[in-house]
């Protein structure tokens, strides 16, 4: 399948900006059920369901958005069209952008659905290709997943402005941004085949002339680190997205205004692009391991401590500890993507995809145990999985050391 339009103009450099822009505008989307949940959730659910609501909420996008992503992804790696992105960007703005208008619970899923499909079309090859226009894979797909988190924290805090001050209703009329930039998508993008997306440790193309092997034949081997890299970027998600949902209920239970709960929210993911884009620094200065280790290990205690303060250190010790806790998440892609080389834009969906929608999924057991126990020791709870996780890193000891790439 081709791109029907004729080749665009664009620069290699100017299509990355645009891919970049496309990624931010689609994450403004992305994180809107975080900052309606409390009005959705007093709109359609009871006291006593309403963190088990909350659950289904985020397990229904999550099963869309992300696990969607590993079907994209396979067909990505076959397929290159920049429809991926038009129909991602224009999907993603209808179903969010409806979800104060859904009558029932029902259609609220409906609409997420609707939102995880263009999500889950976007990312896998979007990915992919900021690594091969950029001229370093790893610090143009920081850049890249940077743009998107940017957009994740403050993109809410622009489409949420006007609903905000005038009403919920006007969030329909907010799909406009997305729309446009849908359109605009295949008149700056042109995913040419002669493209190389391959990934290595230095970013340098393979050698074309190298016959592709089949997935399974180089997934086989590695296994046991894909494995590995797999369970902590799901359960570092539990963490990420438990936070940034349950959090905003929380807040709203500290009777914080609409405005403020959304400020923080938007805080906390700005924290975690912050972090996204450290890594693509430090990940070329600094020992993998070590990072991947301070990652996992450092960020429990700051994160714990946050929410057991208020004020100023609150908003500190929430920022610096998503700080650190992000920083690992180009290093799992980039690893991934050098472990299935030839299959890069797999590698993204699983590590971005699957492993975002397992910790999606496991949210919903998050909620359940809200409303059991209350929200208060479950996030206690939450901010202490990625300390569960850091002696698994033993097992990725092997694995190439991305500040000394090889040859």
């Given at each position: 399948m081709k791109n029907s339009k004729p080749p665009s103009d664009a620069s290699p450099r100017k299509?990355?900006?645009?891919?970049?822009?496309?990624?931010?505008?689609?994450?403004?989307?992305?994180?809107?059920?975080?900052h309606l949940q409390p009005r959705l959730l007093e709109k359609l659910?009871?006291?006593?369901t309403r963190n088990s609501l909350a659950g289904n909420f985020v397990s229904i996008y999550s099963l869309f958005s992300s696990f969607g992503q590993i079907f994209f992804g396979w067909l990505s790696d076959r397929v290159r069209t920049v429809h991926f992105v038009t129909f991602g960007v224009a999907f993603t703005a209808l179903g969010l952008s409806l979800l104060w208008v859904a009558p029932t619970v029902n259609i609220v899923y409906i609409m997420l659905a609707i939102g995880g499909i263009g999500i889950a079309a976007f990312h896998p090859q979007a990915t992919a290709y900021?690594?091969?226009?950029?001229?370093?894979?790893?610090m143009g797909t920081s850049v890249f997943l940077t743009g998107g988190n940017i957009g994740r924290a403050l993109g809410p805090l622009a489409l949420m402005y006007i609903p905000y001050h005038f009403g919920l209703d006007y969030l329909a009329w907010e799909m406009i941004p997305g729309l446009l930039m849908a359109l605009l998508a295949p008149k700056v993008l042109k995913f040419e085949k002669d493209l190389d997306l391959t990934a290595s440790t230095r970013g340098i193309p393979s050698d074309p002339s190298a016959p592709q092997e089949s997935f399974w034949k180089v997934a086989y081997p590695r296994m046991l680190p894909l494995i590995v890299l797999f369970t902590i970027a799901a359960f570092r998600t539990v963490t990420l997205t438990g936070l940034e949902t349950f959090l905003s209920v929380h807040l709203d239970d500290r009777d914080y205004s609409d405005q403020a709960r959304s400020l923080v929210i938007a805080i906390f993911i700005f924290a975690g692009s912050m972090g996204i884009m450290s890594s693509g620094w430090l990940m070329t200065r600094i020992n993998t391991y070590?990072?991947?280790l301070v990652s996992l290990l450092g960020s429990p205690p700051?994160?714990?401590a946050s929410l057991h303060t208020n004020g100023f250190s609150f908003l500190v010790l929430l920022f610096v500890g998503n700080v650190i806790l992000s920083s690992s998440i180009t290093i799992n892609i980039i690893l991934a993507q050098i472990m299935l080389r030839g299959h890069e834009s797999i590698a993204s969906s699983f590590m971005m995809g699957a492993a975002w929608g397992v910790g999606g999924v496991l949210n919903k057991f998050v909620g359940n145990l809200g409303d059991q126990f209350g929200?208060?020791?479950v996030l206690d709870g939450l901010v202490m999985i990625p300390l569960v996780m850091a002696p698994l890193l033993i097992l990725l000891r092997d694995q190439p050391d991305l500040s000394k790439p090889s040859l």
């Open positions: 299509q990355f900006y645009f891919l970049t822009a496309s990624h931010l505008v689609l994450d403004s989307y992305a994180t809107l059920l975080s659910a009871t006291a006593a900021a690594g091969a226009l950029a001229k370093g894979r790893g070590i990072l991947l700051l994160l714990y929200l208060p020791i």
